[in-house]
């Protein structure tokens, strides 16, 4: 550095006081601070939530200083980076998650205590980000928490949309969407940065100029939009690593001049610009079906144009030969949102760095990965040839190009198989010519990953068998993980302290196979006293949230039997209705002296479906008549009750979970491609009711079978039992419980035709019908082990010991070393 440079930098930190001290005296000073300057208010009366803004804002300096100092470091060294793009993210709240990873958790608490506040009761003011849609989006999260833990030089990439996923709201037992406009009471997780911005373009024409005697092309766009990046600051747990999850949002553009001829036309003019906002609007609510809406295709090219553009800057920066590109870049594809990420790259090197096709296709070979999160073809995106040919001309012509050399390949390789050929080609013929863009990305990623190992084997038999054929050494998979820092750390610090205390140490917060060491005192009553202890406050806990969100007044003595998750046919929250309705009806039945049998329950359902799948709403319809009768039938009193918490979202899964006795994974299987609450469960020591499918049969491997309640019909035998016209084993009981909701039993009987229609005869798809017999077994089985709470208790412990496996450090883990080709790069503390 120069003289000059170096006297500037001393003067600068002679001014500071050195980096924010975490003392209960100088955290207290610095809340102060934030809600006399920050917060505006004074610092003589505030509320809870001005003082949760204020303890946020100081939390956020702390991330800041650390994030600072991993880029200044990452900028040093300069290691290949990972750039992980997904269209979501499901972060949920930020505070409780950040303090605990600065390891600041203590000293806040005793900091708010002396100043008359409860850190919890703050916690709880935070709202949840909920910029993501389920399963595919906490995932993106979870990685993100393991990949600054485990110190990898990685970055995010995604939206900032304006209006998260939808709130579920319950009227008369059915769902209404209200829209999620979560800035309103400002966010200080993300901090804006006017200054990184890029323009981004769409439609126009796509032109030919002469370039030293060759031609070249030239994209003329038709409209331009700025993306402005904010920046999230994602903290490890013990290092002080602290990773940038940069989300974009869409401010109109200054690079067009307007010029307009009067008042109207002007005001006009500039409404038109502010139109620009509406790409980073709203987050699509449908977990999987997108096909062929172009304010989609505009999000998804919008944020791979502006994240391509910084990742290119960077590269710049440090380097300027391409041909090291690949060794300093790995960009990770979440499922095909992000795939125009492909041609946008093929298209920068070619038309604007002037790299000869092969230099840039042998680039894009190199870089990019992607994990495919779908299990059949029906769910895989598709664009219509049309309108990506309008938004984006000249990236439609490099997909043509990009097939073409791709046909050429296969002819080759299978001869002139046209049937194949067509099924492999990017481009679909048909009524409505699209693009494959799961071909695409296949064909331009060098490893397609799976998520769980069945996954993969579905994958090469079925969904992608062609191209397993072709390239075999192309597909993997990688065990999907939850991070056990949120979903028990945070979510559960009782059990967490139990774990610690047991094992003699907290290293397990890094290292989940210590919890292997649980399984020696499975067996021990002083533990399993405590165990019991724990868990049963956390039932208390969970019994006062059912409280105050429906009303209803459950005991903790009561087994809790929970499913939460997004509702679709294929999860089969139907199965577990019926089954509840088979229970109710025979409770009713029963004789004085049987009663007395009865393991009581608490059935808890929550969930979302899509504004646009009908039978998913009449699932929830559902779920609360068939409440509404047993709740309110003094016959049952508490022997049966069925809750539906309403608007389930991250929050409210933290609180549920350490509360759950048992929960339920019951996709029909060959259908989950892997599951993620099953894990957070798991942790969490709640048994599991399953299905052999996903993640589960990995679960199943770790834990055995005889510690959960498995059912069902298996992968490989439900093609079979779906040939069969009719179903001939389905139960009586199966038909005795439909008979019920037919016949109005629980009222809407014409409402819920379709849905009875659904699983009745030949089109019960998702084989309900046949699973219904094992699933009762298992609840039985289910019944009788927490009867015996010694072995219940056991069981329990052994689940979360058995975890550790299906902690997201051990995907990343395995992600960075199989599929990225990074390496650590720890900033000193
Ligand atoms: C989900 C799958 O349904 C889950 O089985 C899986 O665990 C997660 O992804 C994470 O891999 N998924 C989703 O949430 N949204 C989709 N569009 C497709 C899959």
């Given at each position: ?6 006297a500037?930098?001393?003067?600068m ?9 975490n003392?209960p005296i100088?955290?207290?000073?610095d ?9 505006a ?7 809870d939530?001005?003082?949760y ?8 300096d ?5 994030w ?13 980076r ?14 409780s ?16 205590n002396?100043?008359g506040f ?11 980000a ?9 995932l ?6 393991s990949?600054?833990t ?61 370039l ?8 003329v ?8 990046a ?11 690593n ?23 036309d ?7 610009r ?5 790409i ?16 989609r ?7 791979v ?23 300093k ?11 125009l990420?492909i ?8 038309d ?11 680039i894009v ?40 050399s791709f ?6 390789h ?7 050929l ?14 494959r ?11 397609v ?15 992608f ?22 979903w ?15 094992l ?8 989940m ?9 499975a067996?021990?009553?002083?533990l ?11 039932k208390i806990?969970?019994?006062?949230f059912i ?6 007044m459950v ?5 809790f039997?929970v499913?939460i998750k997004?509702?679709?046919?294929y ?8 089954g ?12 004085e ?8 329950r ?10 646009g ?17 047993i ?9 049966l009750k ?9 929050s409210?899964a933290e ?18 491609a ?15 009711l399953?299905?052999?499918?996903g993640?589960?049969?990995?679960i ?6 005889d510690?959960?309640f498995l059912f069902?019909?298996?992968?490989h ?12 084993r ?6 005795r419980?439909?008979?019920?909701v037919?016949d109005?039993y629980?009222g809407?009987e ?8 659904s ?5 019960d ?9 094992s ?11 927490f009867v ?16 550790g496996?299906?902690?997201?450090d051990?995907?990343?883990?395995e ?15």
């Open positions: 550095e120069s003289g000059e440079g170096k500037k930098a001393e003067r930190f002679s001014l500071m006081d050195g980096f924010l001290k003392d100088s955290l207290q000073k809340i102060l601070d934030h809600v006399e300057y920050t917060v208010r004074s610092r003589f009366s505030f509320d939530f001005e003082a803004q204020a303890v946020s804002h100081s939390v956020r702390r991330l800041i200083e650390r600072h100092d991993t880029h200044a470091y990452f900028k040093r060294k300069d290691p290949k990972l750039y992980f793009f997904s269209l979501e993210f499901l972060m949920g709240r930020s505070l998650n950040s303090v605990i990873n600065l390891g600041v958790r203590d000293q806040y608490a005793d900091a708010l002396q100043l409860e850190f919890e009761v703050l916690a709880e003011q935070e709202g949840d909920a910029q993501g849609n389920g399963g595919l989006a906490r993106s999260a979870c990685q993100m928490d990949l600054a485990m110190d990898f030089p990685a970055w995010g990439y995604g939206l900032r949309y304006q209006y998260g996923l939808f709130r579920q709201v319950i009227l008369d037992g059915f769902q209404h969407e209200q829209p999620d406009y979560w800035l309103n009471f400002g966010n200080p997780w993300e901090i804006e940065r006017i200054h990184v911005s890029y323009a981004v373009k769409f439609y126009g024409t796509v032109e030919e100029q002469d030293n005697g060759g031609k070249r092309k030239v994209w766009p038709g409209e331009m939009v700025e993306a402005v904010y920046d999230n600051p994602i903290p490890g747990y013990g290092t002080r602290t990773i940038n999850l940069r989300l974009w949002a869409a401010k109109p553009s200054d690079l067009y001049d307007m010029e307009s001829y009067g008042t109207g002007y005001i006009n003019a500039v409404i038109n502010q139109k620009a906002e509406t980073s609007s709203v987050l699509y609510p449908d977990d999987r079906s997108y096909q062929g809406k172009e304010l295709l505009k999000q998804q090219y919008f944020f144009s502006a994240s391509v553009q910084d990742i290119i800057r960077r590269f710049k920066d440090s380097l300027n030969d391409f041909n090291q590109f690949p060794e870049v790995a960009l990770q594809l979440n499922d095909t949102h992000p795939s990420a041609p946008e790259v093929m298209r920068v090197l070619v604007e760095e002037f790299l000869s096709w092969k230099q840039a296709w042998d070979c190199k870089i990019f990965s992607c994990t495919t999160h779908t299990v059949v073809p029906e769910g895989l995106e598709k664009i219509p040839v049309d309108l990506l040919g309008s938004v984006l001309p000249r990236h439609l012509q490099i997909i043509f190009d990009i097939n073409f046909m050429e390949e296969l002819k080759k299978f001869g002139l198989d046209f049937n194949r067509s099924q492999m080609s990017i481009v679909e013929e048909g009524a409505v010519k699209s693009i863009m799961a071909n695409l990305s296949i064909v331009c990623c060098h490893t990953n799976g998520v769980s190992r069945v996954h993969l084997d579905i994958l090469k038999t079925k969904v068998k062609d191209f397993y054929e072709l390239w075999p050494q192309k597909f993997h998979y990688k065990t999907n993980g939850v991070t056990q820092r949120r028990l750390v945070v979510s559960n610090p009782g059990l967490c302290g139990l774990i610690s205390k047991w003699g140490t907290d290293a397990w917060i890094r290292d196979d210590l919890l292997m060491g649980l399984r020696d005192h067996g021990d009553a002083e399993q006293q405590e165990w019991k202890m724990v868990r049963r406050i956390n806990r969970l019994a006062e409280d105050a969100m429906t009303g209803m005991s903790p003595d009561a087994m039997d499913q997004r509702i679709h046919e999860k089969r929250q139907l199965l577990n209705i019926l509840i309705i088979y229970r109710y009806d025979c409770i009713k039945n029963m004789k002296s049987d009663r007395r049998k009865v393991v009581p608490v059935c808890i359902i929550g969930g979302k479906a899509a504004p799948y009908d039978m998913a709403k009449k699932i929830i319809k559902l779920c609360h008549a068939v409440g509404e009768t709740n309110n039938d003094s016959d049952i009193d508490d022997l069925l809750v539906f918490i309403p608007d389930f979202n991250v409210v609180l549920v979970i350490p509360g759950s006795d048992l929960s339920q994974h019951i996709s029909t299987a060959g259908h989950e892997s599951g993620t609450g099953s894990m957070k469960f798991l942790m969490n020591g709640c048994l599991l399953a299905t052999a499918d993640a589960t049969i990995e199943i491997e770790e834990i055995g079978e510690n959960m069902g019909a298996k992968v035998e439900v093609p079979k039992l779906r040939e069969k016209a009719e179903n001939h389905v139960a009586l009981q199966f038909a419980v439909l008979r019920m037919r109005g629980f809407y014409d409402y819920f035709k379709s849905l009875c229609d699983i009745e005869g030949g089109g798809f998702y084989l309900l019908g046949n699973d219904f017999a699933y009762l077994e298992a609840q039985a089985a289910a019944d009788k082990a015996d709470q010694e072995r219940w208790t056991k069981m329990s412990i052994l689940s979360t010991a058995g975890s496996r299906f902690s997201s051990k995907t990343v883990g992600y960075a070393h199989q599929t990225w080709g990074i390496e650590p790069c720890r900033c000193p503390f």
